[in-house]
């Protein structure tokens, strides 16, 4: 398909001007293609023969698809040239790439942030003085036009050192990123409880012959049979591009854990698949101490392809999580409480767990959804498989 | 020392120029015969002849095309427009030809032209002849745009704009054609840079053209307040001499622009994109302008009046902006 | 200063020339359409093809240190002009050894040192700069010639007649030379003009004015030989209107559908190469031998100018604001 203007993307083949087998001339109209512009004849730019036919009329082919093969009168049957449908070469010498042709940077390199009370204003040049002095603004009194701090006031306020933790940042990521999930995200909700009694009993069989330093918590077996569900169900696990859905290649569980003082992190325990249990509470136990001293790692951060947020041990049933974008789903997880449960005829107290997904509708449908749910439940069902 | 007017001062230059070097030529409607709308080339016909001084049909594309072409067979043409409204029939030539062909050539051809025009309002002239493009020809790269606000600037640009190798544009504000001032003659001064016309530390005003005088006496008002007004004179437009902006917002902290342009798109709002995007550690105060109010200008004086910067509006700009 | 003849000498070694030029134009340009769908060269392109008579008739009237000022439909005067089809090739590709730098394209080729004022993409546009031109010419006492070409669409433009009044009442040296081809773009001349004859808007300006058979280069030649001649004696402009036809669509991405098959086929019949060729042919003026003689330098010709183009070099984005302004001022 000839490019006959910048502005063209595709063309829809009308008609073949000749035929199969038939001879071709340069310059020969050998068919018409509708562009967006209307229909315009493809020229060939070479003599020899219409060997194949590559395109149907009616068909509608980006540019540089290749229409035809002619075999030109010195060829033998084996050579072919695409000349006059060929796609772009490479050209032979490389387009130079766009290197920085903008200048200077900005003379001064922005102050760090310091506290600032909510309707309160401080001008820029009052900030930077404030950053270099150490002045925390939210003790400094304005006196510029409607009670602004300006540059003065920093200069008349006594130098003092800020002790407040900075969250600000954290707020503002977290913020930045459930307002995209909410406002990009067509999230769908499913939610679905299981009578944990068989992993409740294998679990307490398990601490009892292990020492203290060893036990296992119900968060380890619920992140190990989401893991291992989610080698079935893929839709759930990648990211959503520019591009659609990609899934991905290995299983990152990221596992929401809050802050001491505030904030949340969800950093990612790598191939949560591939580790046994003891592993992976070896893992969590260590991520928990790291995050709540905030002393995580970057990648753990930014690898997640999934994330499991687990609030049982704040005592609510359940809970509808917002997905972190680019990840498509998210799981929650309740608290374990004794429940009335229906066994065939019979109504018996079981310990159940409620398990809730939420999930990007762009990238799968709530049947899988409900069928990864299950299979949870299930696998949870069999703990010493886990 | 000699005393003498805006006006005279551009004759002069144009007199200086044509005795100078042979090349130079004026030309535009009106300007032998009639001698120039504004009296600028008046006697300059008598002096160099119908050749030099050309009278030309009203054609602002044709003999603005003609200038251009001129200048690139050899010439140092003076185009006059008569005033910044018409020019928009010969603007296909200044942005399609003399401001491209260099670049679009490779490097091979350049424009020496100067193309002079009246702008500005204040003469109950209304809507089709009061109008401040200068800021539109300030969006062009490949021209140079001045502005000159005193007598001084007014009979020395001229000089260096007919040396300058590619298209300027000159901007005469026509309120400014009968200033008077005692200036050094024969007036030298650069096209590059803005000139610090008074010394300030509270605040920075920054204008051009036809609205120095008014922030100059805005400035004296303020000095009887208490406030110290630095005002800047861009003098040219385009390149924008970035620095002297940054130095004095730098110096006060705080700045207004005067601009009798339209405020929306306009060469104040690229000034004050540029302090923000360089300079905004320095601020301590929210920036502010003076424009004319988005209306065409009125021909009633009381309108017109109100459509324009004015001393006032400037002073109270000020006081806003301190917070007084 | 060498005065080119008044008159037409066709001999042998004229046709032959007229031919070879003609061809070059055609068969580069044929080049030109196949890259251009394979997106070597992008943008607009504008070609010539079937007019190819009026710029290589009018240029045989030129000198060197007469000036050229072209539409966005130049290739063809550029090629006459002298120059080299490898760096106008180039410039198409974009690379730096085009004759623009690569910063001009197809519609605008530039080049100095032939005084060849490029092609302006503005229609009319070029007419105001080559009055000023051939003022500058006349303000300087030299006896040379502007050469303004464009389209029949210009004549509805106000610079055309700007131009056109300009150059009559101070007198300048300057050859108006329109190509007719009858339609502006897909507009038919019918349908945008009142008065459907250009050259009897040029003579309403007081200038000498004819219309020629723009598919005849002999004709094309004559004419402009005597507008040139007469231009030179009496300083004043002179306007030829040469009728003529493009074969190709307006542009590469243009379904033509403002005008009928027959009525292109009705042309191509009378094409300037095809009509030259039978009658020189008939003549004994050439032989069937020169003409295979020149397609093959032709084609020699465009060979080397693809690969002079493929082996350019692409400018380095540093230099993309180089050449916005003078690098030094006074």
Known sequence: MPSLGSDMEAGILVEWMKQQGEKVSRGDIIAVVETDKGAIEVEVFEDGTLAELLVQPGEKVPVGTPLARITGPKDTASTERRHASAPAPTPAVPMPTVSSVQGAEAAIQPPTVTTLAEGSRATPAARLLASERGIDLALVKGTGPDGSIVRRDIEEAAPRAATVPDLEPMRRAIAAAMSRAKRDIPHYYLGHSFDVSQAVQWLDAYNAAHPPQERLLLGALTLKAVALALKDFPEFNGFYGPDGFVPASAIHIGTAIAMRGGGLAAPAIHNTDTLTLAELMERLRDLIGRVRKGGFRSSEISDPTITVSSLGDRGVDMLLPIIYPPQVAIIGFGSVAPRAWAIEDAVAVRPVLTATLAADHRASDGHRGALLLRRIGGLLDTPEDL | ?324 | ?330
């Not at chain 2, 185009?79 to 091979?108: K, P, W, Y």
């Not at chain 3, 295979?292 to 100018?305: F, T």
């Open chain 2, 1 to 324: 020392m000699t005393v003498m007017s805006y006006r005279d001062a551009v004759r002069g230059a144009i007199r200086e120029a044509m005795q100078s070097d042979p090349r130079v030529f004026l030309m535009g409607e009106d300007v032998g015969h009639y001698g120039g709308c504004y009296a600028v080339s008046k006697g300059l016909l008598e002096e160099f002849g119908p050749e030099r001084i050309r009278d030309t049909p009203l054609s602002e594309s044709g003999f603005t095309g003609a200038g251009i072409g001129a200048a690139m067979g050899g010439l140092r043409p003076i185009v006059e427009i008569m005033t910044c409204n018409f020019s928009l029939l010969a603007l296909d030539q200044i942005m399609n030809n003399a401001a491209t062909i260099r670049h679009m050539s490779g490097g091979q051809f350049n424009v020496p032209v100067v193309i002079r025009m009246a702008t500005g309002g204040g003469r109950q002239l209304g809507a089709q002849h009061s109008h401040s493009l200068e800021g539109w020809y300030a969006h062009i790269p490949g021209i140079r745009v001045l502005a000159p606000g005193t007598v001084a600037d007014a009979g020395g640009m001229l000089a260096p704009a007919l040396d300058d190798p590619d298209p300027v544009l000159i901007f005469e504000n026509a309120l400014l054609y009968n200033d008077t001032a005692d200036v050094d003659w024969p007036a030298s001064v650069d096209i590059d840079h803005a000139a610090v016309r008074r010394e300030g530390t509270d605040i920075s005003l920054i204008t051009y053209g036809g609205s120095l005088g008014k922030t100059l006496a805005a400035a004296d008002q303020l000095a009887a307040e208490g406030i110290s007004a630095e005002v800047l004179d861009l003098r040219v437009l385009r390149p924008l001499d970035e620095d002297a902006i940054l130095a004095t917002v730098a110096r006060t902290r705080r700045c207004v622009i005067v601009d009798e342009g339209w405020q929306s798109g306009s060469i104040s709002a690229e000034i004050m994109a540029r302090i923000i995007e360089k300079g905004f550690w320095y601020l301590d105060a929210p920036l502010a302008r003076v424009c004319s109010k988005e209306v065409p200008i009125p021909y009633a004086h009381h309108l017109e009046e109100a459509a324009l910067p004015s001393i006032t509006g400037i002073v109270e700009a000020c006081r806003a902006v301190l917070g007084r």
């Open chain 3, 1 to 330: 200063m060498t005065q080119a003849s008044p008159k037409v000498w066709l001999d042998r070694q004229h046709c032959r020339e007229l031919l070879h030029q003609m061809i070059r134009i055609r068969r580069f340009e044929e080049k030109c359409a196949e890259l251009y769908t394979q997106e070597k060269i992008r943008g607009f392109l504008h070609l010539y093809i079937g007019e190819e008579a009026v710029a290589v008739g009018v240029m045989q009237a030129l000198l060197p240190e007469d000036a050229i000022v072209a539409t966005y439909r130049e290739h063809g005067h550029a090629l006459v002009r002298g120059v080299p089809a490898g760096s106008i090739m180039a410039e198409m590709y974009g690379k730096q050894e085009g004759c623009s730098r690569g910063r001009g394209g197809s519609m605008h080729l530039f080049d100095a040192a032939r005084r060849f004022y490029g092609g302006n993409a503005i229609v009319g546009g070029g007419m105001p700069v080559a009055t000023g031109l051939a003022l500058a010419d006349a303000m300087m006492a030299r006896k040379q010639v502007t050469a303004c070409f464009f389209g029949e669409g210009a004549a509805a433009e106000g610079e055309f007649h700007e131009s056109m009044n300009l150059a009559a009442l101070w007198r300048l040296p300057v050859l108006f030379v329109c190509e007719n081809n009858l339609y502006a773009m897909g507009t038919a001349l019918e349908l945008s003009e009142s008065q459907t004859d250009i050259s009897a808007k040029a003579a309403a300006y007081n200038m000498q004015a004819e219309a020629v058979d723009g598919m005849n280069v002999v004709e094309v030649e004559a004419a402009a030989r005597r507008a040139v001649a007469a231009i030179r004696e009496t300083g004043a402009p002179y306007f030829l209107e040469c009728r003529t036809y493009r074969f190709r669509a307006h542009s590469m991405y243009d379904p033509q559908l403002y005008r009928d098959k027959a009525e292109v086929e009705r042309w191509t019949g009378r094409g300037p190469i095809k009509r030259f060729t039978e009658w020189a042919l008939e003549a004994g003026e050439i032989r069937q031998a020169d003409i295979d003689e020149i397609e093959k330098l032709v084609a020699e010709e465009v060979a080397g100018a693809v690969a002079f183009a493929e082996a350019g070099t692409f400018e380095p984005v540093a230099d993309l604001a180089r050449d916005v302004g003078a690098e030094r001022r006074p």
